[in-house]
């Protein structure tokens, strides 16, 4: 057995393996990666307007919601809509500075919570509250700290809305602000858009990201609302989206005017623990999509260690020409993709931030395992 050992190639082995991990990265670009890239809004010959019910949920948010809500309030949309602030139990002055709102704007409806609902963590209770004040069947989600990036964002989310669709994910991102962290946590955010919305062209939406998604109110109910996940902290858009979505009823809407903007975490900790936070539902995803996303996510860990080990213990030449084969493929669809989300700032960083990867991975996938804490947000 011990002669058997040694007269194995170790590093052809790894060479190979590495083969088959760059392969596999290359199907995951220019198979699935390249819709977002090279992605065309379908043509319609008339813009819709269905009536829209706008919900937010908040605690503690006064200061988010004094700078944000003016941003949803003042939108540029002809039909029936309503803003919806869901209040649930806040300490600070969020009750009187809606109150002010309200005098303002008339389509405001306030929602003031004074109770928590035993069993039901994370921000399902008042957003299912919001929901069931609802006056329209179309829905659009966002957060208390976003606002719409133009005046357009109702009109360009509600109108991807065609017959049997019933789902619209939009992308929520990041105000660009100085600095190595806002670079990593935009990249990131990117990253996962790069996922999900690919996927989702390809027929197997997996989430949406709360701060941008829309789906309607009979779908909520017919699904019996978060009843399936109020075990689960969390999950109010990305489990709630893995469980309704199909191949058919979903949609995307990759317009800059419809996406919404978030001032991102000032510090290494908050951010760390967000993160962490959003990690631990990915365990409660569908079979088929923790299949795909970890077959990516664990080539993508690989290539580089394994690209290291065959240039300097296999043939350097051989090594050099796969990666730059897949360096240049991913290049290509990161810059078009980056292009097509208003990223295009980020493109010059990508390399370094795509080894940065390789770290992100091994700090946040412990969280997998890990039990969700009961936080609000």
Same mark, same amino acid.
């Given at each position: 057995m011990e002669s058997f050992l040694k007269s194995i190639d170790w590093w052809l082995i790894l060479f190979c393996a590495f083969c088959v991990v760059a392969f596999v990265q290359l199907l995951y670009y220019w198979i699935l990666f390249r819709r977002v890239?090279?992605?065309?809004?379908?043509? @319609?010959?008339?813009?819709?307007?269905?009536?829209?019910?706008?919900?937010?949920?908040?605690? $503690?948010?006064?200061?988010? /919601?004094g700078r944000n809500l003016a941003g949803v309030l003042v939108q540029t949309y002809t039909s029936t809509h309503e803003v919806i602030v869901v209040n649930h139990n806040s300490q600070d002055e969020t009750r009187f500075l809606l109150e002010e709102f309200r005098k303002?704007?008339?389509?405001?409806?306030?929602?003031?919570?004074?109770?928590?609902? *035993?069993?039901?963590?994370? *921000?399902?209770?008042?957003?299912?509250? &919001?929901?069931?004040?609802?006056?329209?069947e179309v829905l659009l989600l966002t957060?208390?700290?976003?606002?719409?990036?133009?005046?357009y964002w109702v009109q360009k989310m509600q109108d991807?809305?065609?017959? &049997?669709?019933?789902?619209?994910?939009?992308?929520?991102s990041y105000y660009k602000r100085p600095g190595l962290l806002n670079r990593l946590i935009r990249f990131e955010t990117f990253h996962s858009a790069l996922q999900y919305f690919s996927f989702a062209l390809a027929g197997m939406p997996y989430m949406g990201v709360g701060r941008n998604l829309s789906y309607?109110?009979? /779908? %909520? %109910?017919?699904?019996?609302g978060f009843s399936?996940?109020?075990?689960?902290? &969390?999950? $109010?858009d990305d489990l709630f989206i893995n469980k309704v979505a199909t191949p058919t009823n979903t949609a995307i809407v990759l317009d800059p005017e419809a996406f919404t903007l978030s001032e991102p975490k000032k510090t290494w900790g908050q951010w760390l623990r967000q993160k962490n936070r959003h990690f631990t539902t990915g365990k409660y995803y569908k079979p088929k999509h923790k299949f795909f996303l970890g077959l990516y996510s664990f080539t993508h860990f690989l290539f580089y260690p394994l690209f290291v080990v065959s240039l300097i213990w296999f043939d350097w030449r051989l090594a050099l020409?796969?990666?730059?084969? @897949?360096?240049?493929?991913?290049?290509?669809?990161?810059?078009?993709? #980056?292009?097509?989300?208003?990223?295009? $700032?980020?493109?010059?960083?990508?390399?370094? /931030? $795509?080894?940065? #990867?390789?770290?992100?991975?091994?700090?946040?996938?412990?969280?997998?395992?890990?039990?969700?804490?009961?936080?609000?947000?």
């Open positions: 890239a090279w992605y065309q809004a379908p043509v @319609r010959g008339n813009t819709q307007t269905h009536p829209v019910s706008i919900i937010i949920c908040a605690r $503690d948010e006064a200061g988010n /919601l303002t704007f008339k389509s405001l409806n306030a929602v003031n919570l004074s109770q928590e609902a *035993k069993g039901i963590s994370g *921000k399902k209770y008042p957003l299912s509250i &919001g929901i069931k004040e609802a006056k329209h957060d208390a700290d976003c606002v719409p990036a133009s005046e991807a809305y065609g017959p &049997g669709i019933e789902v619209i994910l939009g992308y929520g309607k109110k009979g /779908l %909520f %109910f017919s699904n019996k399936s996940l109020n075990n689960v902290p &969390g999950g $109010d020409g796969i990666f730059a084969v @897949r360096t240049i493929s991913q290049a290509i669809v990161y810059y078009k993709s #980056m292009s097509r989300l208003n990223e295009k $700032d980020l493109f010059a960083w990508w390399w370094l /931030l $795509d080894i940065w #990867m390789f770290i992100y991975y091994c700090i946040f996938a412990p969280a997998l395992w890990k039990k969700p804490k009961k936080n609000w947000a």
